[in-house]
């Protein structure tokens, strides 16, 4: 899958995450497995390929973005 599971990551990188101040996570995968966790610490750069991003993000497609968590 191309997006970080936490629960199968090591657990240094689950510490890692679980301590950090700000994280960026880039691309799609990341953004699909990482925005249910509704974590403000996350900001995800990410380009817009499809109409489901589209909506999800209100973003128009083949744009580029930052967005925060929530």
């Not at 101040?21 to 691309?27: H, N, Q, R």
């Not at 403000?40 to 909506?55: G, P, Q, V």
């Amino acid at each position: 899958y191309p997006g970080t599971i936490l629960p199968e990551t090591t657990k240094e990188f689950q510490e890692l995450f679980a301590s950090a101040d700000v994280m960026l996570s880039k691309g799609q995968g990341n953004f699909e497995t990482l925005l249910p966790l509704s974590d403000k610490r996350l900001f995800f750069l990410l380009r817009i390929k499809c109409e489901y991003m589209a909506s999800l993000s209100e973003v128009k497609q083949d744009n580029l973005v930052l967005m925060q968590g929530k």
